[in-house]
Each structure stands twice: as C-alpha cells, then as structure tokens.
C-alpha cells in the first residue's frame, strides 16, 4: 500500500511550525509535541499506508466575517493536518502544472515551496493582484470597456467532493494520493458529500484546483479574466455583452460544479469606474488585508509591516481615529479595521491600550488580533490590562460569544500566555463551558492554576474523553508530582484514541 516519504513529512511539519495549520484559531498546543519529536514523528507517519488512514472530525467554529454575517472555519487534529499537508505536497507540482498561467486568470495561492517552508509564490498574494490589475487595466481603453465583477457564494462549504475527486484524478498521475485526499475530505466533513476544511493552505490548494474547469471554460468562450479564489474580474470589449458573459459563468458553475454567485457582490463596471475601486479593495483573510488595506493605509510607503521606515510612517497616522470611524460605520470595513489593529500593534501606539480596554466587547470580532495587540502592549510595559481578567472571564461568557468558540479560545489565550494573570477562583466560571475547544482551552489553564486534585480525580477516566481532549488533559495533567505524573503515563500506553498517542505519552513523559 501506498506511503508518504519521511522527507515530505518532515517538510509539511517545518511548513505548519513555521507558518501555522490556519490563520484563524490559535496554534493547537500538540505543535510542541511536534516540533520536539518531528524526526519521530516523521518516521511513525512514514509508515502509515494512507489508503488505511482515518482522520479525526475537524474543530468547527463560527468566524465573524463582516458585522452582520459569518463562516464556518475548521481546525484539524494537527498530526491529520500534517498528513493531508504531506499528501499535498507530494502532488503539488503535478496540480500546479494542470493550471492555467497566473497571467491567463488564476492568480491565488501558486504553488512553489520554498526552503524556508512557503508553500506558494510570494508574488500571488492579494495585493499583487490588485497592483498586477492596476498596471494592466489604465492602459487598456482601447481593449476593454465593461469589468465584471462576481464572487461564488459559500465556496468552500459548497464544494462537491465527487467533482474533487474528479478534478484530482485528471491533474495528478498518482491515483492513491488523490483518492487518499478525497477520502480523508469526506471523513472529516463527517461523511457529507460537500465542503472541505476552511482556513489551511492544503484546502486552499483544493480549492484552487475544483476551478480548473471553470478557468479554462471561460478561456475556451472568448474571455479574458482574473481572479482571487473564488472572486472573479472578467474583462469584456466593446463586442461582448456584460450579461451574457455573468449569464455564461453563472450557468457553468451552476451545472458543472453546483456553486452559485453571490447576487450582492455581483456588478458590473465601466472601465473608468472599476479602476476608480480598484484601490479601495480589501480581502478577507489576514494576508490579504495586509496587503491591501496597507495599501489604502500609506500607499506607497508601506512595503513591509516590519521596516523601521514603515513603522515611522505609521506613527504618523491617527490610527485610534481611523478604527473609531471605521466601528462607527453601519458595514464594517473587516480588511481594513484588522490592518488597522495590527498597525496599532507595529506602532505601539500610547493611546491603543486604553482604547481597547474600553472597546473589547466591540472589538469580539477581531478578536485574534485584539489580542495579539494586547499581548504585544503588556511585553511593552503597559499596566492598563492589570486587573482586567474577571472582565474577561465575562466577556467570554457573553451571549455575543456564545456561538464564537474561536473567540473564546482566543481570549483563553491572554490567561494561558499570562498575558492577564488569572486565579483560580477567577477562573471558575470558565470551568463550565462545554464546547471541545473550551475544554481544550481550560484543562491548560487548569494546569497551569496548578489544579492537582482536578487531574487526579479524573486520571482513571481518559477513555471517557473525547480524543480532542485526551492530550490537552495529558500536557495539563503535568502538574501532578513527577513520579505520580509518569507511572500514570506508563498505564495509558495503547489504551487512547488519537494519533501517535503513545509516542505523544513518552514526549509528555520526558517533559516530567
């Protein structure tokens, strides 16, 4: 049966250590695990016939996407993220190959790994498209005159997994890979025949690929385009009609891949008007918002969030102005306020701390990199957050939270980073909360609270669990006494449900 090389994998667990398993949730506490057992780990994954591998279900969580509207981002277990990561990366080049030229439409997520562990070219992130359109488009009077404008509604959850299969078995030479991928999709979406994880790059990849057909179709009728994942520029003359072209993409997508287009982000645009919107874009994810909104921010200064000039220049800005204008608004600009936040957070700006401090219930969307601002604040000495930790606890027990759990894992993260100190009494309420990520959440917290009668209590029931749990309660569970910590290890060994947890309970012991 069919197996993934050591080297693949050793590669795809420097990629996820290096630049994350998703931009959306916190990085899951078993990357410690992996990052000091890699070459074990590697060795044990090598061995996996992957036509025989099931992964666990994926975390799901509710994510802000706009003030009034949400999606659905998922996590996966981070020892299934490293081999559906490996899968990809064995057949990468060949999907790579299978697509159109960037400049003959798809311009997302190339994929070109690098050894310091990239996995897509650094010149095909959202900004690069706005700027490769805004130095294609001034001097095209003469060959366009109409832009249409649509995105695909609900892309990721509403992509079929027959026609992934499909797509993959017509891109790539390697047969078990691509029914490997397809398989371990359906197993994570809960044996549903749609959607894929939202959030990492091997679904990103995925992604890209299920448009192969739609790319070369609109290319075989006569159109020339662009587009950014699912979000679409065709470029019309004077002889194609705007109508026929949205009705043309509208029905292939509908018939051929069962996707449809979002109504309320489809226009259509003059040459002179697109180009007057052009620089007023802005993506939803975090690499793109950088881009983009940096853009707007400085314009041709800010080349890069972490040069001297670059922070100057921002210092410069009335950043606290520019978000309260921004909250004040009825539609939020999600790309911009992020950008904003995380400026605040280059800059160190004096009067951040007191504006977040009275905004965090309005800020919950944000919520990561809210955070990532505090923390960055407190290291720089600032007192304003001492104290704020049972506004917190109810902050996270909110009702605007209810339905957030990766909110609430984030805020967890200013306790469990020691960000804000907590005690144990402060920390009870937390102690409630159901969800699995919450519990996640907790036992570490509880854990580093030192709750030594909790982990021995329950010590005897890991088998009641949920295989999510059982190594949050492992690595918490350390601060049992050593020799009481390391005899339990030692009765666990073959008796749990998630993957390498054996090799994970000799690493949690050597940590004792």
């Not at 049966?1 to 290096?18: K, Q, R």
């Not at 998703?22 to 996996?48: M, N």
């Not at 359109?133 to 009077?141: S, V």
């Not at 021995?456 to 006494?481: G, S």
């Amino acid at each position: 049966m069919p197996t993934i090389a050591p080297v693949t994998i050793t590669w795809s667990i420097d990629h996820l250590l290096t630049h994350g398993d998703t931009d959306i949730f916190p990085y899951p506490l078993e990357f410690r695990f992996i990052a000091d057992r890699k070459a074990e780990i590697a060795v044990e994954l090598a061995r996996q016939e992957i036509g025989n591998y099931r992964p666990m279900s994926a975390l799901e969580s509710l994510v802000p996407k706009s003030r009034y509207n949400f999606r659905v981002a998922h996590q996966l277990f981070p020892i299934d993220c490293v081999l559906l990561t490996s899968a990809i990366h064995v057949i990468g080049d060949e999907l790579e190959r299978s697509r159109l030229l960037p400049d003959q439409g798809p311009f997302s997520y190339r994929y070109l790994p690098s050894e310091n562990f990239v996995m897509f070219a650094e010149n095909c992130r959202y900004g690069d498209w706005l700027r490769a359109q805004y130095l294609r488009l001034p001097f095209a009077n003469d060959e366009f005159t109409h832009i249409v404008e649509a995105d695909i509604s609900e892309f990721y959850q509403r992509i079929y997994h027959h026609r992934l299969e499909n797509t993959l078995l017509v891109a790539t030479s390697n047969k078990p890979v691509a029914r490997f991928l397809k398989q371990f999709i359906s197993d994570v979406r809960a044996r549903q025949s749609f959607g894929i994880p939202v959030g990492g790059n091997a679904s990103r990849l995925l992604a890209e690929l299920l448009l192969n057909d739609t790319d070369h179709a609109l290319i075989t009728e006569g159109y020339q385009f662009t587009r950014y994942v699912d979000d679409f520029r065709l470029y019309l003359r004077s002889d194609q009609d705007p109508y026929a072209a949205l009705a043309f993409l509208s029905e292939h997508l509908m018939t051929k891949e069962g996707l449809f287009l979002a109504s309320a982000k489809t226009r259509v645009h003059t040459l002179e008007e697109y180009l007057e919107r052009l620089n007023v874009s802005s993506g939803e994810d975090t690499a793109q918002a950088d881009e983009s909104a940096a853009q707007r921010l400085l314009e041709a200064i800010y080349d890069s969030e972490d040069s001297a000039d670059a922070v100057e220049a921002l210092k410069s800005e009335d950043l606290i102005g520019d978000l309260k204008d921004e909250l004040s608004n009825e539609f939020w600009d999600v790309g911009r306020i992020r950008v904003l936040l995380r400026c605040m957070k280059h800059t160190k700006a004096a009067d951040a701390a007191e504006f977040i401090r009275g905004h965090m219930r309005e800020l919950l969307p944000f919520v990561k990199d809210v955070v990532l601002l505090v923390e960055e604040l407190v290291k720089d000495g600032s007192e304003l957050f001492n104290g704020l930790a049972e506004e917190i606890v109810k902050l996270i027990l909110d009702p605007a939270a209810q339905r957030l759990s990766v909110a609430r894992a984030w805020l967890l993260e200013l306790f469990i980073r020691g960000v804000i100190p907590i005690n144990y009494e402060q920390a009870k309420p937390l102690f409630e909360l159901k969800g699995t990520l919450d519990i996640r959440q907790t036992l570490v917290l509880r854990g580093q609270l030192s709750d030594v009668n909790f982990f021995r209590q329950r010590k005897t029931k890991m088998d009641e669990l949920n295989p999510w749990v059982q190594p949050a309660f492992i690595y918490a569970a350390h601060c049992l006494p050593p020799d009481e910590y390391k005899a339990w290890l030692g009765t666990l060994r073959g008796r749990l449900s998630f993957p390498l947890s054996d090799l994970f309970c000799k690493w949690a012991e050597q940590r004792a």
